[in-house]
């Protein structure tokens, strides 16, 4: 063939970056918070337009609701909601100031009498909810709900009267933990992860990540999932991975596991991607909107994750 010839033959296409299919996945699929924060994350959007879209879904008595977390439907304030919106306002530097103090004097509002947070509260009845997630009239308090929110105030050295009791049931939950379940596990890491009395977060740590490997809450081997039992009331394929503990290296479950299985892990997140460009959601999926609300924030986390353990993403 001439030179000319093999000069006018197409250049291959690059291959597709997963942050390029995860961006058009984002902008057909996303609600408008969403859109904002991959926005903010990945192409330095600013923080402004997060915030007035997390506004949204704000409510009179300084919590959130409106389907803020996809499984909970309906207007009322919900801890599980607030959560959400705290991660929000941490992700984009802005957990401070009046909006904190807002948030804390609902977090003061709806505790239970240890001063911890339950996970719904009875104002969720009549409207629709996740089967997997009951609604009782005396709900307990739950480290499902206070850790991460007790973890993250604190990271942002917020000062407030509730999280002195709500630090102390922490602590208490995370040390008498005997056997747990994979997302209770995570709460426990993002309390760790800020707790002030660094020496005892890291024994605490410790101990958490031999009872993670003894009751093998973490899928080690991606290519033997049989091996790990999935937790009672779970979906079927709702299993965890090291990178759902660690999310970063600096996290304390990092070193739960060896430089072997996180690379396993992380290629096992890499290569969950789908074709659409998004990732999934492993849980149980109960409601059309539900599922396709979850995915963008999915594809997020996910991202961030590789992006934090310094894989490319694009």
Known sequence: MSETGASALPATPPA??????????VWLTARVLEQRLFAYHFLNGGADPVETALDAYRNEDGGYGHALEPDLR???SQPLHTVHALRVLDAIGRCGGQRVERVCRYLTAVS???GALPAIRPSQRGYPAAPFMPIVDDPPSELLTTGPVV???HRNEVWHAWLFRATDFCWHAVESLEKSHPYEIEAAVAFLDSAPDRPRAEAAADRLGRLVREHRLAALEPDRLDAYPVAPGYAPDERHFPHDYAKTPSSLARAWFTDAEMTRSLDFLADAQHEDGGW??????????????ARP?????????????????G
């Open 16 to 25: 597709r970056s997963p942050l390029f299919r995860a961006e058009h996945f």
């Open 74 to 76: 309906g207007p009322v």
């Open 112 to 114: 239970t009498t240890d």
């Open 151 to 153: 973890g993250l105030l």
């Open 280 to 293: 999934p959601v492993r849980r149980h999926r109960w409601a059309p909107g539900t599922a396709l609300e």
């Open 297 to 313: 924030m999915a594809t997020i986390q996910a991202l961030h994750t590789l992006r934090a353990h310094g894989r490319p993403i």
